[in-house]
């Protein structure tokens, strides 16, 4: 890999484009019955789009033990299985779910349920260790103080190689920033939502920055008004947070938003998700994008941004213009 195509995270190079794993876990609900996944899946086909993914040059995934309520975790282990030592591997934890019934239960934010998670996702992976373990709730930051020394001791046992927080909240990433042992943090950033203040925590502590939602659920990827979100979809029954869709389908301002870049970001014979990957790359040498997939030939289209790299420098001070 090229120095474009890489990244730093804790002591380890990456390859600059992470894969999240949330969609192939595939359904699973809050204890209302509202959809919390992507949609239906094919083990065996998110198998080989993970395999191919690699063969591509991608060596970052990025998992949560609650995708699927544990499913995620477990094909992503089946995946990588007897190739270990060429991936990275990230999971989350703090949330409590049943793995029979698939449903979104609560959360846990004690010491003691971190040293229990850990264990079932090492695991539901099929590894003895897990490269970056992530929070993935939001406790106060006092609350979180005793997690961060869990994950110290995590460290110390060899179980994990480094850890982060899940968050958006540039006062949680401070607060766990200058822990030895925090290496990251993931957090939304895309085109359509950038974060500077946190980028700018990132560069003051030299941590790596995992971008969650890259393309922004899609929006900057394939899903359009033709394509509506259905069933157990989350973008079918769009939960507050989720800003870019309603009722399955792009909102009109974030629509019109994507639309007014699309030129910009497909040139060079780039698709618009991969002009949005460039972007992430050309605004900071911290960010690794971590795109979801639910089939080898996403995989392909995603893991073929690498090949185009970060956008030029006027390309995005153009995009900066088209957004104020």
Known sequence: ??????????????????????AIGGP??????????????????????IRRAMDLGVTFFDTADVYGAGRSERV????????????????????VFDEDTKVLTGDNATVEYLNTAIRATLD??????????QLHIGPSVADAAALADGCEELIAQGLIRG?????????????????PGCVAVQHECSVLHDAPEILALCDQHGIASVNRTPLAMGLLG???HSRPATGADIRAAAPEWLRFFDNGVPTPE????????REILTADGRTLAQGALGWLWARSPRTIPIPGFRNVAQAEQN??????GPLRPEQLTELAGLLD
Request: hydrophobic letters at 40%; aromatic letters at 10%; one cysteine or more.
């Open 254 to 261: 974030w629509a019109r938003r994507t639309d007014s870049l």
């Open 28 to 49: 699973f609900s809050d204890t209302d019955g509202k959809p919390l996944g992507w949609g239906e899946v094919d083990d065996d086909e998110s198998t080989l789009a």
């Open 76 to 95: 992503l282990g089946r995946a990588i299985a007897g190739h270990r030592a060429e991936v990275v591997v990230a999971s989350k934890w703090g949330n």
């Open 163 to 179: 850890y982060a927080w899940s968050t958006d909240d540039p006062e949680r990433v401070a607060a766990w920033a200058t822990r």
């Open 303 to 308: 893991a073929g941004a690498l090949a185009h």
């Open 1 to 22: 890999m090229t120095a474009n195509t890489q990244r730093v995270l804790g002591d380890q190079k990456v390859s600059a484009l992470g894969f999240g794993c949330w």
């Open 222 to 224: 394939r899903r359009d």
């Open 124 to 133: 539901r992976l099929g590894t003895d260790y897990l490269d970056l373990y």
